[in-house]
């Protein structure tokens, strides 16, 4: 058995290849200013929310951008992608 399971930080200067990374990942963990770690997947009910835009965005969220979580304002301080 060789699964092997990667991840990528988000928040780099390439946003070419971050939104590459994101297309095609099972999962993101978003680590939140209010010290909350939310995964969000594609195939699940959502409980993060960008401020501008909607499902679509979620996909295209970096580091610093505004999110709704629990019904307040948060802002993203790190986005990891789950392959």
């Known amino acids: 058995m060789?699964?092997?399971t990667t991840t990528k930080c988000l928040g780099s200067d390439d946003i070419e290849?971050?939104?590459q990374t994101t297309d095609d990942c099972e999962a993101m963990i978003v680590?939140?200013?209010t010290r909350r770690f939310v995964i969000v997947r594609p195939s699940e009910k959502?409980?993060?929310w960008p401020c501008e835009g909607g499902w679509e965005r979620i996909r295209q969220i970096h580091t610093g951008d505004?999110?709704?979580y629990q019904g307040?304002?948060?802002?993203?301080r790190a986005v990891e992608v789950y392959r």
């Not at 307040?72 to 993203?76: E, Q, R």
């Open 2 to 4: 060789n699964d092997t």
């Open 17 to 19: 290849t971050d939104q």
């Open 31 to 33: 680590c939140l200013n």
């Open 46 to 48: 959502m409980n993060v």
């Open 66 to 68: 505004r999110v709704i």
């Open 72 to 76: 307040k304002i948060s802002i993203v």
